[in-house]
C-alpha cells in the first residue's frame, strides 16, 4: 500500500529540515570557528546545499501531494503542518530559479560593496548595487504577491513574519510615532534632574565576563547538554534543532552589553531548545516567526532582565564576578538599574535603548515600504533618512555611516524584516504582563533568580505550540487578546515616568 | 549545443564534492564541538547527506556518462578524472541500497556494543554484532569484488588503498615478520645496556602545550589561514578542502606524545592543503589513499622529528615553553631523542614504537584476510589474536580489552583499513630516503627548523600529483622505484642499531 500523500510529504521535509539543521551548523561554523580561507570553499558547501534544498522543495510532485493531502483525513497539527508546508512551497515556486539566482548574486556584490562603503561613509558608492539588489527584491516581492494574493510588501514580510500585513503595522507604528516626541521629553528630563548612573570600572576579563555569563544563562535555564556559547563578531542564535549555539561579544572596558546580549540570546535560544520534539524538522514545528522569537529574546533581556528586581539579584554575581569592592557604589542594584535603562537620542539602532528602539524601525518601515511601492528613488534614501530621523527622534545623523548605511538589511536583500524588531518589543510586553497576572509572585521570584516559572508559562504559551497558530492567535491564546501595543507603552510609562 | 559528457560528470562529481565538504565540517564539529545533546540530530543530518550523495553517484546517468566521456579527447588529468570518477561509482553502484543501509545499522549498533565491551574485556558481548558486521562486510566485499575482478579483500582494500592487492602485500609483511624478532632483540639489548631516558617532570600547562604546538605547526609550514588546531578525544585531521583542521589531546603530566600527535597530523593536513586547488572537488584532486596519507602524516612524524636533528633544534624551544631550568638533563637533546625512540614489546598498536607497529598491522592484515576468506571463524579471534603477537612480538595480552578489543576498525565495519598504516610507514622511509637525496643539507636545515625544502619536494612529488597517479606510480616517480621494504629497515638499522 503506498503511503498517504501526508506521510510522503512528512518524509520530504524531514530532509529538507535536516539539510537546514546542516546549514545552521556551516553557518554558525562561519562565523564562529571558520579560519578567513575556509570562505570560498564554505560559499560553495552552502550554495549546493541551497541548490538542493531548492531542488527537493520545488519538485513538480509537492503541489500534488499537498492537493490530495488537503483531502486527507488528519489531525489538527497535521493539518496544520500542510498549511505550514504550503506557505512554504508557495515562496519557493513563486519565483523561479533563475530569480533566485540572480537576487543571490546580487546580494553578495551588493553586500561586499557595503563593507567597503560603510566605514567610508560613502553611500555613492554602493548605490548601484543597491538599485540592483532592489529591482530584484520588488520583483520578487511581486512575484509573490501574485500567488499570495497580496501587495508585493506584504510578500516579503511573509517571508519573516507569516501573515504580517502592513495594514496591521500601519496604525501600531503611527500610534507609537505619536506618543514619543512628548515621552521622550519627559524621560530625558526626568533622568536630567536625576545623577548620572556610575559605570563601573574594569578592565573586566573576557575568561569573568564568560563565567558569569555561563552563570547567567544557566539561571535562565539554558540547557547546555543540547547547546553552546561562544563568541562572534555579531552575536546571534543558530545551530540546528537539540543544538541551540548562542554567541557573545566581549569588550574588556564594557562588559553590560555583552551580559545583555548574552541574556537577549538566551530568549531565543530557550524558544528553539522548547520546541516541540516530535515535531522537529517539519514545518509546523518550526518557531512562528521573526516578531514572536524576538518577543522571546526581549522578554528575557528588555522586561525581565532590565528590571530592579533582576538586577537587585545579579548586583552582587557582577561584583563577584569582577572581585569589585563591596562598597563600591557602581554596583549597587539601583545604580545598575539606573545605567541598564539609559534613555538617549541616538543614531544607531543597535545600541538604542527600548524607548527610542522603535523610532528606529518605523523610520525604517516607511523608508521600505516606499522604495518597494516605487513612491521613494533609492537615490533619494540619504534624504529621506535623516528628514525621517528628524521627525521621529529630533536628531539629524551627520553622515551615511551613521544614517542609511548603518545595518545590512537592505544591502543583503532583507526588505520587511525591520518591523519585527518592534513588534516583538510590543508582543514582549504583552506576553510579560500576561505571565505576570499568571505567576503569582513573578517579580519576586525574578528577585531570587528563579525563571522557572516564567520560562514553564513562555514553554507552555508559545514554545511547545511552535507554528501550530498564526501570531495573532498564538497571542490572543497566551493573553486573550490581538497584539496590544497599549501594554508595551504602559510598561514604558512605569519604567521610565512612575 | 549541450555540453560534453565530460563536463556534465565534473559538475555532477563537484556537487558531490562540496557535499563531502559540508560532511567533513559536521563530522568536525561533531568531534570537537558538539553538545552531547546533539547527538541525535547530527546523525540525522550526516544519514541525510550520506543518503543524498549515494543518490547522486548512483543516477542512472552516470554509467552512461563515463562511457561516453571515455570515448572524449580529453586531457591527461581529465582522464585520470574520468577514472576515479569510475572508481567511485563502481564502489557506490556495486552494492545496493538496502545492504548499505544494513551495513551501516549493524556498524552503529556493533560500535556501540564495542564501547560497551572494551572496557570490561567482554569479548563475548560483542561478538553476536560483529557476525552481524562481518556476514555483511563479506557480502559488501563480494559485491564489489565481482565488478573489480578481485578477490573480496582486495575489494575491501581498495576502498582504502586503490589498486591494493593482497598479494602485493603479503611478500612485504611476511619479510618484516621474518626479520623483526632477531632485530628486536638486539635493539632491546642495546637499550637495556644504556641508561634509560629522563622523563621531563610536569605538570606541563595545556596552554603552554598549545602554544608550543602551534608554535611547531607554524615551523613545519602549516597554513593558519586555511585550518586550526583543537581538541578531541581521539586526534585527528578533518575539516573541508581550504580548511584543514587537524586535533590533539592533552595530558598535563606528558606533553610528548601530544605534540607527535600534533606533528603526525600537521603531516596529513599538509597533504591537504597542497592538493591542486583547480582540482578542488574533483576525484582526481582528491589525496591518493591511505597508505600515501600516513606516508605523510609518518614522514613528518616519524622520519623528520624523531630525529636526532630535530629534537636538538626542538628540545630549547620545549623547555622554554615549560619554564624548565636549563641545567636539567631531561631536556637535553640526547634524552629526548632516546625517549623519543624508546622499543618496547607492547600490547596497545596505538602507543606502539615504529620499530614494533607493524607486528600489530600484521597481526590484523593476516587475521582480517582469515575473517573475510572465511579461514577464521570470529569465535576463535581472540585465540588468534594472541597466538599471532606471541608469534610476532613474544607478547601475550592478559585480556581482550589489551588484544582484539582495543581498536574500532572492525567493530566500526572497517576491514581493509590496517595494512595502509605500515604500507604508509615504509612509503615515509622511501620518500624521506629520496629527499634526502635531492636536498642539499636535508638533516641539517631539519636542525635549524628549516622544513621548506622537504614540504617544498613533498608538495611537488606527492601533494600536487593529487589522485592523477596510482600509488605504484607516484612512489616510482617520486622515487625512482615502487615500494622498497629494504629501506625502510635500513632506516630502522640506521637509526636503532647504529
Redesign the interface.
Known sequence: MPSSSYKQLEQRFA?LG??H??QG??HW?RSV??????A???A??I???D??CHELITDPRIGDLLDAAEDESLGDWERANVREMRRDWTHATAVDAALVEAKSRACSACEMAWREARPKADYALVLPYLEEVLRLTVETGKAKAARFGTSAYDALLDQYEPAGRAADIDPVFDDYAGFLPDFLDSVLARQARETAPIKPRGPFPVERQRELGLRIMQILGF??????LDVSLHPFTG?????QRITTRYSETDFTSSLMGTIHETGHALYEQHLPKGW??QPVGNSRGMAVHESQSLLMEMQASRSREFLSFAAPLMREAFEAEAGDGAWRPENLFRLYTRVSRSFIRTEADEVTYPAHVILRYRIERALIAGDLLLHDLPGAWNDGLKTLLGVVPPDDRLGCLQDIHWYDGAFGYFPTYTLGAMAAAQLFDAAGKAIPGLPAAIGRGEFKPLVDWLTENIHCKASYLSTRELLIAATGRPLDPAIFKAHLKARYLP
Open positions: 530532509r535536516r539539510l539543521d546542516a551548523i556551516l561554523d570557528m571558520m579560519p578567513t580561507g575556509g570560498e570553499s564554505r560553495e558547501q550554495a549546493t546545499l541548490v538542493i540547557d547546555f547538554h543540547h547547546g553552546r545551530g540546528a534543532s537539540g543544538d522537529r524538522h
